[in-house]
């Protein structure tokens, strides 16, 4: 089973650390995989390679330097485990989400957290390559917390 990825090798100098910073919010915002320091992996798609292409642009902008490369595990295990723990780190953030979603369902006034905890479920999704079970459970908790909405909404006069 041969899977393409596209790899970001890159350097950008320590100091100042904000370009640093900005490149690894945005490594994590696209689900990134780090492989080692300076080397991150996406399964490989036009746009995870345009999104790899830019933070190379970027690593170079601040004076360091960026390469983009595709590449396929030779084993594998290691492709197995690789997809295990990106599935993993979305099913936390996903499970975030559902327990958010029972707590305001609760405790909060729903309507006001609803689309806050939407918001967080779409920037999951995006970065979620290899989907499971907990992003539909996710889904659910969203739908069921969105019914209590309209249900706690006082009808409106016609």
């Not at 320590?14 to 490149?23: G, N």
């Not at 492989?35 to 995870?48: F, I, N, Q, W, Y």
């Amino acid at each position: 089973m041969t899977e393409a990825w596209v790899m970001l090798v890159y350097r950008v100098p320590r100091e100042p650390s904000t370009p640093r910073i900005a490149i690894w919010r945005k490594l994590r915002r696209y689900g990134a995989y780090q492989l080692t320091d300076g080397v991150v992996l996406l399964p490989a798609s036009p746009r995870t390679r345009e999104q790899l292409e830019w933070v190379a642009e970027d690593a170079v902008s601040a004076g360091g330097s960026g390469e983009v490369w595709e590449a396929a595990p030779t084993n594998p295990a290691e492709l197995e485990r690789i997809r295990t723990e990106l599935q993993e780190a979305r099913g936390a953030e996903y499970a975030e989400i559902v327990a958010e979603a029972q707590h305001v369902a609760e405790h909060a006034d729903p309507a006001k957290q609803l689309g806050a905890l939407r918001r967080r479920f779409r920037e999951i999704t995006r970065r979620d390559h290899f989907p499971t079970e907990s992003r539909e459970t996710a889904r659910q908790a969203l739908r069921t917390l969105a019914d209590q909405v309209v249900e706690a909404e006082p009808a409106r006069p016609s």
